[in-house]
């Protein structure tokens, strides 16, 4: 019993940082994008927006899942290194979204809001996911 007792402590400490994350996944993007993002999607139904954060929160949960997956034996090990792996993902696709934004015409934050689909939007959300299947990656 004691060990279902603390798996279920460590799902659910894991799990706060999972959710942690993908929270400051919808942070972030809303920094990157004009306007409020819980607006653009809920209010507005903004396709574009949505699949943005989308594939962000995607991204965040699949590293996260193999962070845990692979994690260290050592729970608080385990759970620096998940939060670490997270935090490195958020960066890393925050930089990608940067240098897209630089190296394509127009400010893909404006696109990314429109309510007119883009292609663009495309290309962001295959960035994010791309991004972090780099990371995850790295971590197996």
Request: neutral net charge; glycine residues 12%.
């Amino acid at each position: 019993m004691n060990d279902i007792v603390n798996g279920l402590r460590h799902a659910a400490v894991f799990g706060a940082v999972g959710i942690g994350l993908l929270l400051l996944g919808v942070g972030l993007v809303d920094l990157l994008t004009p306007g409020k993002l819980g607006r653009q999607i809920w209010q507005e139904r903004n396709r574009n927006a949505a699949l943005v954060l989308s594939s962000a929160l995607l991204g965040i949960g699949g590293i996260v899942f193999t962070a845990i997956l692979y994690t260290y034996d050592e729970f608080g090990k385990g759970l620096a290194s998940t939060a670490l792996f997270g935090l490195l993902g958020l960066v890393l696709m925050a930089v990608a979204f940067w240098l897209v934004d630089l190296l394509t015409p127009g400010k893909l934050g404006a696109i990314l809001v429109d309510p007119e689909p883009h292609p663009a939007v495309w290309v962001t959300a295959a960035c994010n996911i791309s991004v972090a299947a780099i990371v995850a990656a790295s971590i197996a």
